[in-house]
């Protein structure tokens, strides 16, 4: 009897309070086999209730292949497998490419699963991006289109998949000088429309999110590996009246550089995660992936940067515990 009711105990506050999941940050990510995690600039689909996370290989430093992942918790990672083998998947170009930021997306017309990614050459020169293809989140993909979208010249990129499944590719246009918004057709295999955004801004590494009417972009200046300061702006529209950049977080973002912003919509609230990437800490390969709370009111936003927090995903409460 007193066990039973020990349990029913246990039971109620679980359900009353939760269950928390610790995020800790600055330590070097392993995988369920105990191997470091290597998904850098990553791209992630929450889908049947576990996140998916493609990101860079840097193993092999300079020329990444791109891995796939998955996790309930973004703590617990699976190696899921290398779903892009430079020049192997790409034979047709050679092994001499930089895959930079793949990006993940599902169309829920064609049911098929889609990377876009920064598809560069040695000097930044090709300034070129690429599109895969594949009928499962962990198949074969296949290489579907390279090159400059639209004939611009395209770096840093990210892929924005609006509330209404409008969906875009973003990227740093014309020898990093502005932003591109690129349409994507129905089927994301190609960019179909144009709008050049923050005009001579020199901006890379956008990240777009979607918070109530209005939208949120945040980006960081062109300075290689090296952190600097994260600058947001907004806008009700997409394709046109972008505020002015404001500054956001310290002057190096913390040290990360954005890759994604997440979005749990919880029972009792919904909360934004940045993701954002600490480069050459010390080393390329063991640059680390950074994860902290940020919060919208009206047109403001915040970054809740911490060494660690806990989130309870089914309320989407979260609390800074150092
Ligand atoms: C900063 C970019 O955001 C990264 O994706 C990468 O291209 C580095 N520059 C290379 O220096």
Known sequence: ????LTLLLLFNLSTAFGKWTT???????????GNTVQAHAPGFVYLDGRWYMVGEDRANAFHPDVNLYSSPDLVNWKFERKIIQNGVTTPRLGRS?????????????????????????GNYAASEAACFESDSIAGTYRLIWSGR???????????????????????????NQHLGLFLLSEDYHETVAHTQLLPY?????????????????????????APNQCKVCHSNSLT????PLEN?????????????????????????????????????PESKIIIFPITFQDDQCQFHYCEQFDIDFR????????
């Not at 990006?103 to 598809?119: G, M, P």
Request: proline share 2%; hydrophobic share 35%; aromatic share 12%.
């Open 23 to 33: 995020i800790r940050n600055g330590i070097l990510w392993t995988d369920t086999d």
């Open 1 to 4: 009897m007193k066990k039973l």
């Open 149 to 175: 979208p639209m004939g611009i010249k395209s770096r840093d990129c990210n892929v924005f998949q609006d509330t209404d499944g409008t969906t875009y590719f973003v990227s740093t246009t014309e020898e």
């Open 248 to 284: 956001i977080g310290d002057e190096t973002a913390f040290r990360t550089q954005a890759a994604a912003i997440l979005t749990i919509r919880g029972t009792k609230q919904t909360t934004y995660l940045y993701v954002g990437d600490r480069w050459m800490d010390p080393t390329l």
């Open 97 to 121: 490419r930089m895959i930079e930021r793949a990006k993940l997306l599902y169309n829920e017309a064609t049911q098929k699963f889609v990377v876009w990614c920064h598809y560069e050459s």
């Open 201 to 225: 801004q020199r901006r890379e590494a956008p990240v777009i999110v979607h918070v109530g009417e209005r939208y949120f972009m945040f980006s960081s200046a062109c300075t290689g590996w």
């Open 240 to 243: 046109q009246g972008w505020s």
């Open 315 to 322: 309320t989407g409460r979260w609390r800074i515990t150092k």
